[in-house]
């Protein structure tokens, strides 16, 4: 945090207060100064400023030659020293009219002045350096998680696929259960490192060729263990195998937070994906059976850690990052997240993101 030494202005024309209001100004027009401070022996009493001079001259009346400097003047709120920091001294100018503070040495005695603006910069900047050195640790400490979150995935994978020895059927249950939470953990690590990258602006579009079939199929091998029983998934591709232009990884990081959410939310029935392209326009449309999301919760399941049910006793996993992330990931692509719902019937998500295509016409059907 800054002080008032650093930005505040050494010389200081200052005058007593019986000195004549005329040689004031002249003295501020000589040397193109737009106040000077009024003191009574080393100690400011007041301010001079241009602004006050011509407001209070015309409400005075009368001939200005007749005023003194301190018939005129401000009298500031109160003064600061060099160790005061720059942003208590921009609180003592908020609530009053006042740009300007004397800075007194600590007998009291005038040694310069700050103005309101010095202080808005000084305090900027460091509001800007905090908020860099917060996002630098999440970031740090976000990306130090992924490493021993994937390395734990790792091993209860082998542990699930008997690699080491056959599990008995508890033991099984259990891994299974292990396995389902890191996975949700590396999902939220994730999604927290997305977010805090998009904070800082750190994130930059990529251009590429991007398959949808064969995302299709990458996503349909991930999502395999997740389908509950009782619901099918479906993909439908209207696409073909004819690439388009885009940023695979933040397409796919996107369509994969609206599946994962159709398939959590639905415990019976159907989710289907699919993937269209029209006039430059990459269209992914996930439908759902499940429970649906009441007409006023749709417009703020979009916004950080919302959920329609947040109670301690909610029934489904997660925190409300999911979308948050995917709406600021489409901005970032110049895309868009819709959703229709209806309560006890099903949701449907449609993403759509400018992607020119590769080259020639258009997609062929496959
Ligand atoms: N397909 C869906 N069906 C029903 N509700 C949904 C669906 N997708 C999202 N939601 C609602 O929107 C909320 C926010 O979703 P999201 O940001 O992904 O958070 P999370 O999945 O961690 O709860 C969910 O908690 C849920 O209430
Ligand atoms: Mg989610």
């Not at 232009?245 to 959410?261: I, P």
Request: glycine share 8%.
């Amino acid at each position: 945090m800054q002080t008032v030494a650093t930005v505040m202005t050494p010389e200081v024309s200052s005058v007593d207060r019986d000195f004549p209001l005329l040689k004031a100004i002249a003295i501020m027009a000589k040397r193109a100064i737009s106040c000077v401070v009024v003191r009574e022996g080393p100690r400011p009493i007041g301010i001079l400023t241009e602004r006050d001079l011509v407001r209070k001259l015309f409400a005075a009346g009368g001939d200005p030659a007749m005023f003194r400097v301190g018939d005129v003047m401000t009298t500031p709120p109160q003064t600061v020293t060099e160790e005061t920091t720059t942003l208590e001294a921009l609180q003592l100018l908020r609530t009053r009219a006042f740009r300007r503070l004397p800075v007194v040495d600590p007998s009291g005695a005038l040694v310069g002045i700050v103005t309101q603006t010095d202080l808005l910069h000084a305090v900027i900047a460091d509001l800007e350096e905090a908020s860099r050195l917060k996002s630098e640790i999440l970031s740090t400490v976000s990306h130090e998680l992924r490493t021993p979150i994937a390395l734990i995935a790792g091993y209860v994978d082998l542990l699930s696929e008997g690699t080491f020895e056959p599990l008995q059927p508890r033991q099984q249950e259990v891994v299974a259960r292990v396995q389902r939470t890191s996975s949700q953990l590396v999902d939220l690590v994730n999604a927290a490192f997305e977010l805090i990258q998009l904070e800082a602006g750190r994130v930059s579009v990529a251009c590429n060729p991007i398959d949808v079939e064969a995302l299709f199929e990458q996503l349909g091998r991930e999502f395999r263990a997740l389908v509950p029983e009782g619901v099918s998934l479906h993909w439908r591709n209207e696409l073909g195998t004819q690439p388009i232009l885009g940023d695979h990884a933040k397409l796919k990081a996107s369509l994969k937070n609206v599946v994962d959410n159709a398939l959590k939310f639905t415990t019976a029935g159907r989710v289907e994906v699919m993937a269209a392209w029209a006039d430059g326009l990459l269209t992914f449309v996930v439908q759902d059976t499940g429970i649906g999301i009441p007409a006023a919760d749709l417009s703020h399941i979009f916004e950080l850690f919302r959920q329609v049910d947040a109670s301690d006793t909610r029934r489904f996993a997660g925190v409300g990052l999911g979308l948050h992330v995917v709406k600021r990931l489409l901005d970032v692509l110049g895309g868009r997240i819709a959703v229709d719902s209806t309560l006890g019937v099903g949701s449907t998500f449609r993403i759509t993101i400018p992607a020119p295509r590769v080259m020639g016409g258009p997609p062929t059907r496959p």
